[in-house]
């Protein structure tokens, strides 16, 4: 399939150098003319701002560190490498989640993976948008197969947490934990989240599309988002890295956690979350279709449920939302 001349040239000037018309125009055998089109059309197709110079060139306000699938490949390991069929690496997208179902109805194989450097409909839970800017954060989903039916994969999302999060604390997000059922925050802000969307024969076997976001570079786009946010790049401690890098590692994590929960389910993940549970001992408010229910929050169970001390009862919940209580009612 060939390129783009579009992309191209945002990959040539992707290091946040300055390059003269002539010498992009050489490298991607059109005019010098062409080359100012498509720098005009660059804002608008990918939001990305460019200075022009005159003697010097164009250059990005600032450098882009583009994804690449044969870098993310060539980091698994043998065994993760030989279940990864496919990485489908696109420049936009309306959701990797929405593309990746779609490939899945039409038979795409176990281990197939969609990456974008951009959604222009990112989704969260009960369909937030997630905010998605070019060439920063990470927009992942896998397809993954189980031979189980799909009501025993309620416990999943919690176990992909973990994936996320044993990524994270390797690059050195170490405070990052978790909050039922699939959001990842660092001190109370939200860093990353998951979506999963499962689908199957109700015996089994069913499929999973496990979508994640994770915040590394949000500048301005930010400002839009309604709740406590923050990106890798505000952590201190994190070590330099690539999304190359990154990317790998979680899809690494994400693996060895589909094939343990395969044959074991949720129990293995369970004392990691636990420690892991930012919400735990204390009072929150869980929020679903019912209302509001106040209490301590006791972890969760073997099924993934939220287990909540309400005057003396403990009570499980499959869905919802939680927050602490002086939050809000």
Not at 178 to 191: E, T
Not at 213 to 234: F, K, Y
Not at 288 to 303: L, S, T
Request: charged content about 20%.
């Amino acid at each position: 399939m060939v390129m783009p001349t579009r992309i191209r040239l945002l990959q040539l000037l992707a290091d946040g150098r300055f390059h003269s018309g002539e010498s992009l125009a050489v490298a991607l055998g059109v005019s010098r003319a062409a080359i100012w089109k498509q720098v005009r059309q660059l804002r608008d197709a990918f939001g990305q701002d460019v200075h022009a110079v005159r003697g010097r060139g164009y250059r990005l306000a600032r450098p882009l560190d583009l994804l690449d699938s044969e870098r993310i490949s060539a980091q698994f390991s043998d065994e993760t490498g030989a279940q990864i069929s496919v990485i489908h690496l696109h420049q936009s997208l309306d959701s990797t989640n929405s593309w990746l179902m779609e490939q899945a109805r039409k038979g795409a194989a176990n281990g197939t993976v969609c990456l974008a450097e951009q959604q222009s409909a990112g989704r969260g839970r009960h369909g937030r948008r997630w905010i998605s800017p070019y060439g920063s954060n990470v927009y992942l989903s896998l397809l993954w197969r189980f031979e189980l039916a799909p009501m025993r994969l309620s416990g999943l999302s919690l176990a992909a947490g973990i994936a996320v999060l044993r990524t994270l604390r390797e690059f050195g997000a170490v405070e990052a934990g978790l909050k039922w059922p699939n959001d990842i925050l660092w001190q109370q802000k939200k860093l990353a989240g998951l979506l999963l969307e499962v689908s199957g024969e109700s015996e089994g076997p069913a499929q999973v599309v496990l979508g994640v976001g994770l915040n590394t570079h949000m500048d301005e786009q930010g400002a839009v988002i309604d709740q406590p946010w923050t990106d890798l790049r505000s952590i201190a401690g994190v070590r330099p890295h690539t999304r190359n890098e990154l990317v790998a590692s979680l899809i690494e994590n994400l693996v060895r956690v589909a094939n343990l929960y395969a044959s074991e389910g949720l129990q293995p993940f369970m004392q990691e979350w636990h420690d892991a549970d930012l919400m735990l001992g204390r009072q929150v408010v869980v929020r679903n279709a019912r209302g509001a229910i106040q209490g301590q929050h006791r972890g969760i169970d073997e099924n993934g449920a939220l287990l909540l001390a309400v005057e003396g009862d403990i009570r499980s919940f499959h869905a919802g939302e939680v927050s602490l209580r002086s939050e809000g009612s």
